[in-house]
Nanobody, 116 residues
Framework: VQLVESGGGLVQPGGSLRLSCAAS????????MNWYRQAPGKEREWVAF????????NYADSVKGRFTISRDNAKNTVYLQMNSLKPEDTAVYYC??????????WGQGTQVTVSS
C-alpha cells in the first residue's frame, strides 16, 4: 500500500491550493478516503471524507464551504481543493484510508503554509 501526497506549498491568506494523493497497492475504487491534517504542537485532526464512488462527502466544520474533496478512480487519486485559506489551515496534510486487513494507512504528508 502506498499513498503519496503532493501539491502543498506556501500561499497567502485567501489563496487556494489543490492537494493530490496518488494511491497504489490496493483496490482504490473500493475504499472511502480521508484527508487529515496536523498543525505544529497539535493532534492530527480529520478534515474530509469521500466514499468509494465519490457520491458521499463529509467535512469538518472548520473547512466546510471552503474545501472540496473529490476523487478520480480511473487515476487512483483523491484530491483536496482548498479555497479561502486561512493561517489556521497551516499544517501537514495527510491522505488516509482504513481497511480490515491492513488497518490505518497514511501517506508521508504534504506541508501547507498559509502566511503573508
Amino acid at each position: 500500500v502506498q499513498l503519496v501526497e503532493s501539491g502543498g506549498g506556501l500561499v497567502q491568506p485567501g489563496g487556494s491550493l489543490r492537494l493530490s494523493c496518488a494511491a497504489s497497492g490496493f483496490t482504490f475504487s473500493s475504499y472511502g478516503m480521508n484527508w487529515y491534517r496536523q498543525a505544529p504542537g497539535k493532534e492530527r485532526e480529520w478534515v474530509a471524507f469521500i466514499s468509494s464512488t465519490g457520491g458521499s462527502t463529509n467535512y469538518a466544520d472548520s473547512v466546510k464551504g471552503r474545501f472540496t474533496i473529490s476523487r478520480d478512480n480511473a487515476k487512483n487519486t483523491v484530491y483536496l481543493q482548498m479555497n479561502s485559506l486561512k493561517p489556521e489551515d497551516t499544517a501537514v496534510y495527510y491522505c488516509h484510508y482504513w481497511s480490515i486487513g491492513v488497518g490505518n494507512s497514511w501517506g508521508q504528508g504534504t506541508q501547507v503554509t498559509v502566511s503573508s
